[in-house]
């Protein structure tokens, strides 16, 4: 039976963190599978960190990325070049992650084309499309078209259920935020080399004993949050550093410019607050478990944190994470100045609550979620196939001999 050509298809630095552990399995198991990898590169620079640090090289790369580009651009510029990729190399299934527009916008061109798609991180909701906003809308319409639903937990499959997915669909995976994170803290502690390098980037960086004095670590960039709800956090983490002037806050800005203004405006003459350029994957994950406990809108580090033992404070009035909340790991204070305030407060000086919200307990999985996506394709893989006539020839393929054909032509002549 031939292979299956699977294409996974991210362009944002969370999607890439997600998915890349998925690569890497699927190429484990190249009698099966080609696994091929499209980037849009929705975001760009941070993007390619997050390829460098796991050793992925793109197959195709739609290179979307341009000064002042909005939903319009990004949605319409990935569909019609998806349309082009899906042409070029006919892919058996695309796999997604998320929901960003670069997974909504891929999965509306896979079914255009007909292709089974594969979603990732399926069934996370607000059920309020401008909470987050876009991500709300973009995860519930590729749950329309997807055909494998690979849902982090038992709630996930749930929300799936209750909208009519099938339960024969929704495959629950544990999320492979959970994969990534112990694949690079793995590296770290079993290479002194790179342990030591990192310490020294982060000595440079922040400027104090970040290994032994007590740090927030903060992260914020929700697009809901921008104006008001940046100078109330703002605000918070100034009230706060006032406040507990022996307490360090650790800040990597966001490179948003509704980011970047009101924090350096607000934050930057308070000695025990570090704004910092924002960190790649591999030493963010070593300050995420270095630190106190965690002020965030990321969706992401609700994830990760929990395995640390991190309490995570979450600047947004919804999540659809709700599992770590009911776990007591999480806890949402929206970006509202005094329950930002009053959060910090009470983990900071009630032990008890503090200690509560610090057990090690991560109801998104065991770090196997790749595992069992690829067990899954390799089923349907198995139980599915090709047609007996080949494969139709793709528009790449067929320009590639064209050029190979040219250039033998050429080299016949210039031999006569």
Same mark, same amino acid.
């Given at each position: 039976?031939?292979?299956?050509?699977?294409?996974?298809?991210?362009?944002?630095?969370?999607?890439?963190?997600?998915?890349?552990?998925?690569? *890497?399995?699927?190429?484990?198991?190249?009698?099966?599978?080609?696994?091929?990898?499209? /980037?849009?590169?929705?975001?760009?620079?941070?993007?390619?960190?997050?390829?460098?640090?796991?050793?992925?090289?793109?197959?195709?790369?739609?290179?979307?990325?341009?000064?002042?580009?909005?939903?319009?651009?990004?949605?319409?510029?990935?569909?019609?070049?998806?349309?082009?990729?899906?042409?070029?190399?006919?892919?058996?299934?695309?796999?997604?992650?998320?929901?960003?527009?670069?997974?909504?916008?891929?999965?509306?061109?896979?079914?255009?084309?007909?292709?089974?798609?594969?979603?990732?991180?399926?069934?996370?909701?607000?059920?309020?499309?401008?909470?987050?906003?876009?991500?709300?809308?973009?995860?519930?319409?590729?749950?329309?078209?997807?055909?494998?639903?690979?849902?982090?937990?038992?709630?996930?499959?749930?929300?799936?259920?209750?909208?009519?997915?099938?339960?024969?669909?929704?495959?629950?995976?544990?999320?492979?935020?959970?994969?990534?994170?112990?694949?690079?803290?793995?590296?770290?502690?079993?290479?002194?080399?790179?342990?030591?390098?990192?310490?020294?980037?982060?000595?440079?960086?922040?400027?104090?004993?970040?290994?032994?004095?007590?740090?927030?670590?903060?992260?914020?960039?929700?697009?809901?949050?921008?104006?008001?709800?940046?100078?109330?956090?703002?605000?918070?983490?100034?009230?706060?550093?006032?406040?507990?002037? +022996?307490?360090?806050?650790?800040?990597?800005?966001?490179?948003?410019?509704?980011?970047?203004?009101?924090?350096?405006?607000?934050?930057?003459?308070?000695?025990?607050?570090?704004?910092?350029?924002?960190?790649?994957?591999?030493?963010?994950?070593?300050?995420?478990? *270095?630190?106190?406990?965690?002020?965030?809108?990321?969706?992401?580090?609700?994830?990760?944190?929990?395995?640390?033992?991190?309490?995570?404070?979450?600047?947004?009035?919804?999540?659809?994470?709700?599992?770590?909340?009911?776990?007591?790991?999480?806890?949402? /204070?929206?970006?509202?100045?005094?329950?930002?305030?009053?959060?910090?407060?009470?983990?900071?000086?009630?032990?008890?609550?503090?200690?509560?919200?610090?057990?090690?307990?991560?109801?998104?999985?065991?770090?196997? +979620?790749?595992?069992?996506?690829?067990? /899954?394709?390799?089923?349907?893989?198995?139980?599915?196939?090709?047609?007996?006539?080949?494969?139709?020839?793709?528009?790449?393929?067929?320009?590639?001999?064209?050029?190979?054909?040219?250039?033998?032509?050429?080299?016949?002549?210039?031999?006569?």
């Amino acid at each position: 039976m031939s292979r299956k050509r699977i294409m996974l298809v991210f362009g944002t630095r969370p999607e890439a963190i997600k998915m890349a552990p998925l690569v *890497h399995a699927l190429r484990q198991q190249s009698d099966r599978f080609e696994t091929l990898v499209c /980037v849009t590169a929705q975001h760009r620079e941070m993007l390619d960190q997050v390829l460098e640090l796991f050793e992925i090289t793109p197959d195709i790369d739609l290179k979307i990325m341009m000064p002042g580009q909005d939903l319009y651009d990004i949605t319409s510029t990935v569909l019609l070049g998806m349309r082009d990729v899906i042409q070029d190399y006919s892919p058996d299934a695309i796999v997604v992650h998320g929901d960003t527009s670069t997974t909504l916008a891929t999965s509306v061109a896979a079914f255009y084309a007909n292709i089974p798609v594969g979603h990732v991180e399926a069934g996370l909701r607000t059920f309020d499309f401008r909470a987050p906003f876009p991500e709300e809308f973009n995860r519930q319409i590729t749950t329309k078209v997807a055909t494998w639903h690979f849902a982090p937990t038992q709630a996930s499959q749930a929300n799936l259920m209750a909208e009519k997915v099938l339960e024969q669909d929704i495959y629950i995976t544990g999320n492979s935020v959970i994969d990534a994170l112990h694949w690079v803290l793995d590296r770290i502690e079993s290479d002194s080399a790179k342990s030591n390098n990192l310490k020294t980037t982060l000595n440079k960086a922040l400027g104090f004993n970040w290994q032994e004095q007590r740090f927030i670590l903060i992260t914020g960039h929700r697009r809901e949050n921008f104006g008001d709800g940046f100078l109330q956090i703002c605000d918070a983490i100034a009230t706060l550093a006032q406040k507990y002037p +022996a307490l360090d806050f650790v800040y990597p800005v966001h490179l948003n410019p509704n980011v970047q203004a009101p924090v350096h405006a607000k934050l930057a003459d308070l000695n025990n607050v570090h704004l910092i350029k924002p960190l790649t994957y591999e030493p963010f994950v070593y300050l995420l478990k *270095h630190c106190f406990f965690v002020i965030t809108d990321s969706g992401g580090i609700q994830e990760e944190a929990p395995s640390l033992g991190k309490p995570v404070l979450v600047m947004r009035d919804v999540t659809e994470r709700p599992e770590a909340v009911e776990s007591g790991t999480v806890e949402l /204070v929206g970006a509202n100045k005094v329950n930002i305030v009053n959060a910090v407060t009470r983990l900071v000086e009630d032990k008890h609550h503090y200690a509560v919200m610090a057990r090690a307990h991560n109801p998104y999985g065991d770090g196997n +979620a790749c595992a069992r996506i690829v067990e /899954v394709l390799s089923s349907w893989a198995a139980n599915t196939r090709l047609q007996q006539t080949p494969k139709p020839t793709s528009k790449r393929a067929v320009r590639r001999k064209l050029e190979e054909a040219q250039t033998t032509d050429a080299y016949s002549l210039s031999n006569r």
